[in-house]
C-alpha cells in the first residue's frame, strides 16, 4: 500500500536508425506529498482521552470517560445513541491502546495519503459506527477500543487494492495477500471470549462498503516523464457511499433498540 505503482512508458523510437531504442526504465509515479495529520490528530485525540482514563481512575476511583463513551446496550436503548460512536475513543488498557494507535498508524498513513484527510476521516468514523452496532446487535457486554475503526480501514485497504490493480502491477498479489491474511489473522484472535468480534466484523464490512462506492480511482495522466496519478472518483460517489453506509448500518441499530 505504501509503496508507489511502478508504470513503463512507451519506448522512444530512433528515427536515425529507423528502430526501437533501448528499453526505458520503467518509471516511478508518485501522489503530491501531504502530511497525514488527519491520522495524527486521531491518535493524538484518542492518547488524550486515554490520559483522562488514567487520571480519572487516580483520582476519581473509577474510569469516567468509559462510563460515557463506551458501548452499553442498556444505555443506548435508553436513547444515548453517541455510543454507537464513541467507544473508538476508551480503552482497556495500554496494550489495548498501544496495539490499536500502532495500527492506526501502520494503516492510516498510507490511507490518508490516498484517500485524503476528509474522506479518511470519514471512512474511519464510518468503521467505528458500522463495528459499534454489530456489536451492539450481538454481544450484550460492554465494548471500548478503537479496532472497529481499525478494520474499516483494513478493508478500505482490500477495496483500494482491487479497483487500483492494475497499477499495482507485480506487488498486486503479495499486497492483497498480505491484507487477506491480516484479516484472517485478527479475526482468529478475536475468538478469545474478552474480544468483541463482532465489532471487528462491522468495522470491516463498513469500511468494504464505503471504499466500494468512495474509495480513490487512480489514472495516470500526462506525457512521460511527466506522468502523475489523478483520483477519478467523483464527489456523488463519495457522498452516496457515505449515506448507503451510514443508513444501512443505522436503520440496523434502530432495530435493534426496538425490537
Do not use: C
Not at 501522489?31 to 480519572?56: C, D, H, N, R, W
Not at 476508551?90 to 489495548?96: D, E, K, L, S, Y
Not at 498486486?172 to 468480534?197: C, E, K, T, W, Y
Request: glycine share 10%; net charge neutral; proline share 6%.
Amino acid at each position: 500500500m505504501n509503496q508507489d505503482p511502478p508504470l513503463s512508458p512507451p519506448q522512444p523510437f530512433d528515427d536515425a536508425q529507423d528502430k526501437p531504442a533501448s528499453a526505458p526504465q520503467a518509471l516511478r509515479l508518485t501522489l503530491p506529498e501531504s502530511a497525514p495529520y488527519m491520522t495524527y490528530s486521531l491518535i493524538g485525540v484518542t492518547v488524550f482521552v486515554y490520559l483522562l482514563q488514567l487520571a480519572s481512575q487516580a483520582f476519581l476511583k473509577f474510569d469516567f470517560p468509559v462510563g460515557l463513551l463506551a458501548k452499553s446496550n442498556d444505555l443506548i436503548r435508553d436513547g444515548q445513541l453517541w455510543r454507537l460512536l464513541t467507544p473508538a475513543l476508551v480503552h482497556g488498557g495500554i496494550a489495548h491502546i498501544g496495539f490499536n494507535m500502532y495500527a492506526l498508524f501502520i494503516f492510516g498513513v498510507g490511507l490518508e495519503r490516498a484517500f485524503g484527510h476528509w474522506r479518511f476521516l470519514l471512512l474511519y468514523a464510518l468503521g467505528a459506527f458500522a463495528g459499534n452496532v454489530m456489536s451492539f446487535l450481538f454481544t450484550t457486554g460492554v465494548s471500548v477500543g478503537a479496532s472497529t475503526a481499525i478494520f474499516g480501514l483494513i478493508g478500505a485497504e482490500l477495496v483500494f487494492l482491487i479497483q487500483n490493480r492494475r497499477l499495482f502491477a507485480g506487488q498486486f498479489r503479495s499486497a492483497i495477500g498480505n491484507v487477506i491474511f491480516i484479516i484472517f489473522v485478527n479475526l482468529f484472535l478475536g475468538l478469545a471470549p474478552s474480544i468483541d468480534n463482532w465489532g471487528h466484523i462491522g468495522g470491516l464490512v463498513g469500511g468494504l462498503m464505503f471504499a466500494s462506492f468512495a474509495g480513490p480511482l487512480w489514472e495516470v495522466e500526462g506525457i512521460p516523464p511527466m506522468l502523475q496519478l489523478v483520483d477519478q472518483r467523483e464527489s456523488r460517489s463519495v457522498f452516496t457511499g457515505a449515506v448507503v453506509t451510514a443508513v444501512i448500518f443505522g436503520a440496523l441499530a434502530m432495530w435493534g433498540i426496538l425490537r
